[in-house]
């Protein structure tokens, strides 16, 4: 073999070696961007990990989409997964007290929501309001829901955390991948 041909074989073992290691740095980037943003959002809101995790899907890079995507969800997520707490019924001499369910979206901020009522229908628990519709004799309910994860992920705080720890995570994880790349080839 001629120094020519095993030049041009070097040169693609380094062109693959690049390619692999630029994927999958840019895959494990995108999951720690995707926990960075969890973690910075649940400085702000009053959700669970795993909640907001479950809401938020990681597509990763492919040798034919060269880039990860991180896309969340734009249905709001149940008002029951942010703390939701019914308060006591007020007693019938109380005036002036109304009953209802407490929530905190934000951490911090605790309210009140009139006349709403913590209940599982259709094996799903939810905080739900009446309606004041009746159909078929019965009284319709409205199930009541925070904000979605994309609103969660657009605030510029948790931004602007993603994207830091997105740029940091790839230079390292490149360089490690393609250390590990070059020595295999």
Partial sequence: MSAGKKLANSFK????AVDKAKLSALNRAARSARAEGVRKAREIYNIKAGD???????????????????????????LIKFSARPTKRPKKYRTGKIGGTKVTVKKGKRELIPHAFVQTIRGKEGVFVRTGKIIQGKETVKKLYGPSAAHILHDKRVTDAIEKKFVEQFKKE????????????
């Fill in 52 to 78: 907001l995790k479950e809401q938020i899907r990681l597509i990763p890079a492919t040798r034919q989409r060269k880039f990860a995507l991180l896309q969340a969800v734009y249905k709001g997520i149940s």
């Fill in 13 to 16: 073992f380094a062109i693959k």
């Fill in 174 to 185: 490149f360089e490690s991948k393609l250390d590990y790349y070059i020595e295999k080839f």
